[in-house]
T-cell receptor, first 112, second 115 residues
Framework: QQQVRQSPQSLTVWEGETAILNCSYE??????FPWYQQFPGEGPALLIS?????NKKEDGRFTIFFNKREKKLSLHIADSQPGDSATYFC???????????FGAGTRLKVIA | EAAVTQSPRSKVAVTGGKVTLSCHQT?????MYWYRQDTGHGLRLIHY???????EKGDIPDGYKASRPSQENFSLILELASLSQTAVYFC??????????????FGEGTRLSVL
């Protein structure tokens, strides 16, 4: 059972556009949501994260929007650059056992 | 600098053989995790640990054992390696203590091929 779902599986945008990556979850015990960026051959690197008590988190060109009622969140990448081309994972922490569950990822390609 | 180091970085094993993947962290974190990554599945949790000498089952523990002999070290053991265990394995550490939430920091991964 996939507890964290991501969409789309892959996304292509032009340089300068805003890329929107979606994530949804089912477990109400999830309280913290980090997003990771992964380049081929490397480990996932933390990009930005949000607690369930917040509805928005910004860090430079990266913004998370969070809707607790609908159990949905999204990562917006403004002014996308070719260097942003990577796979992005949404993760969720279970507040009961501190386990992190990951989505299947969204592969982003930014065309110059 | 916070770091999670995995060894080996890649390994070829024979079916039925024993494989040990090692992980070392210098972050003074209490939690450590082992994930496997397969195309289309993201990262799936195999085992994790929140204190030395204790391990917990993750979501896909079958065929794997884990060992946490110290706070800094966490190993993943495949007693009888199988073809289906060919994957990239990631170790991560995180800290539950303290005021700030800290998402897991990942190592560079170990690419395991079972033939």
């Amino acid at each position: 059972q996939q507890q964290v779902r991501q969409s789309p599986q892959s996304l292509t945008v032009w340089e300068g556009e805003t890329a929107i990556l979606n994530c949804s979850y089912e477990n109400s015990a999830f309280d913290y949501f980090p997003w990771y960026q992964q380049f081929p051959g490397e480990g996932p690197a933390l990009l930005i994260s949000i607690l369930s008590v917040s509805n928005k988190k910004e860090d430079g060109r990266f913004t998370i929007f969070f809707n607790k009622r609908e159990k949905k969140l999204s990562l917006h990448i403004a002014d996308s650059q070719p260097g942003d081309s990577a796979t992005y994972f949404c993760a969720a922490r279970n507040t009961g056992n501190y386990k992190y569950v990951f989505g299947a990822g969204t592969r982003l390609k930014v065309i110059a | 600098e916070a770091a999670v180091t995995q060894s080996p970085r890649s390994k070829v094993a024979v079916t039925g053989g024993k494989v040990t993947l090692s992980c070392h962290q210098t972050n003074n974190h209490d939690y450590m995790y082992w994930y496997r990554q397969d195309t289309g599945h993201g990262l799936r949790l195999i085992h994790y640990s929140y204190v030395a000498d204790s391990t917990e089952k993750g979501d896909i523990p079958d065929g794997y054992k884990a060992s946490r002999p110290s706070q800094e070290n966490f190993s993943l053991i495949l007693e009888l390696a199988s073809l289906s265990q060919t994957a990239v394995y990631f170790c991560a550490s995180s800290d539950r203590r303290g005021v700030n939430n800290q998402a897991p920091l990942f190592g560079e991964g170990t690419r395991l091929s079972v033939l």
